[in-house]
């Protein structure tokens, strides 16, 4: 029976997708496997039970990912699940940018004991007029779950898009329109495009990626929208572009201190992924990935781990290694294997930076001498026995 904990309220669907073989737990210390969506994770000390954290969303901002790597501890997210949500959000926002709605909206509140605000709206309007979406560029920076559907769909709105991605997979690419001009050098985005739009990972490499170098060359009356998080742009710049008349309206769905009820920004709660299916999608996915992981030791969509998936075990056993990416490490753990008599029927090796997995099917069990040897390997952070 394997145990998991929720940091944050999810949904029951995705929930329900656990089997009889899981049950939660509100001691997180007694978790083998931790779920989360936007709680904060720096301060907690695992348990060494947990062995997984499942992060029901992309974002990973939250979570100690090197931390809990040396700790041996796998983090998935769930890249894609809430993608049209967010999507459709980003539609969203342009449309609000570029036509008052909310200011029509506040204008109807406002008059709503008019009696004759049928008559008087006609004159109104005139201060609520904007600009319509087709024929209109929009510059796509991320072209990943999200930001191809972003791309594609504004195609079929009459968009002129264009789209820019250094790190574009083949799974990617094959699903993106023809339609959609993709350029290498994001300059071409900032100098063309009436819109624009950022849906990359928060790193290092991409904090303040639009910055005020960016914002200058950019055409005037540019519509700038933020799904992805406060901090890739400079949003000081921001605010000193729509003072200066460079930019019309700053979309963001992270309002912050900064932000908040500035001229021109127009700011939402985090909404992107605010829906029944986003939840819904999130959840089960988070649920799989752990599952797969607990019962089969597979990993899939990690982020401080490498993927890897054998499958079913067949075999008698089945043990999971994670250490260090250094030379000799194999070495060092097929010789205890051998040391023991144990055979070594299928193997694989992975690794991601810094990081390595090891997946071992055996024809035999691991007995306890021969935990206590690989877990002593130096490079070793933890030895897990999946069958």
């Not at 005020?212 to 000081?236: C, H, P, T, W």
């Not at 992270?254 to 992924?273: D, M």
């Amino acid at each position: 029976m394997f145990k998991y904990h929720c940091l944050n309220p999810l949904s029951q669907t995705g929930l329900d997708s656990f089997t009889t073989n899981y049950s939660k737990t509100e001691d997180i210390n007694d978790a083998d496997a931790i779920i989360v969506r936007s709680a904060k994770m720096h301060e907690i000390e695992l348990n060494p039970k947990t062995v997984c954290v499942a992060r029901a969303g992309a974002g990973v901002n939250n979570i100690p990912l090197d931390k809990y790597a040396d700790q041996g501890v796998v983090v998935f997210n769930t890249p894609g699940a809430n993608a049209n949500g967010v999507k459709e959000m980003v539609f969203a926002g342009m449309l609000i940018a570029s036509r008052d709605i909310v200011g029509g909206v506040e204008w109807s509140r406002n008059n709503a004991a008019d009696p004759d605000i049928a008559k008087n709206m006609e004159k109104a309007k005139k201060q609520f007029g904007g600009t319509e979406l087709s024929g209109k560029k929009l510059g796509v920076i991320g072209l990943g779950a999200i930001g191809q559907l972003v791309a594609n769909a504004a195609v079929h709105l009459g968009m002129e898009v264009y789209g820019t991605d250094p790190y574009l997979s083949l799974s990617a690419a094959w699903n993106l329109s023809r339609n959609v001009h993709y350029v290498k050098d994001v300059a071409e985005i900032y100098q063309n495009c009436d819109f624009i739009t950022v849906h990359v990972p928060l790193l290092d490499s991409t904090k303040n990626m639009v910055d005020r170098a960016a914002i200058e060359s950019m055409k005037k009356g540019v519509i700038l929208l933020n799904f992805s998080r406060d901090v890739i742009y400079d949003e000081q710049a921001v605010l000193d572009g729509i003072e200066a008349g460079k930019i019309r309206h700053y979309v963001t769905d992270f309002p912050n201190p900064l932000t908040a009820g500035k001229p021109g920004v127009i700011a939402t709660p985090h909404l992107g992924a605010s829906t029944e299916e986003s939840e819904e999608n999130c959840a089960v996915m988070a649920v799989k990935e752990v599952m797969d992981y607990l019962e089969n030791g597979n990993i899939t969509h990690a982020v401080n781990y490498p993927d890897c998936n054998l499958g079913v075990c067949q075999t008698e056993g089945r043990v999971a290694l994670m250490h260090a990416n250094s030379k000799g490490v194999i070495a060092k753990y097929t010789s205890v294997f051998g040391d023991a008599g144990v055979n070594i029927q299928n193997m694989t090796n992975v690794a991601r930076g810094n990081y390595a997995y090891s997946l071992i099917d055996i024809d035999g069990q691991v007995s306890d001498s021969m935990l206590e040897r690989l877990s002593t390997i130096d490079e070793m952070y933890k030895v897990r026995i999946v069958k």
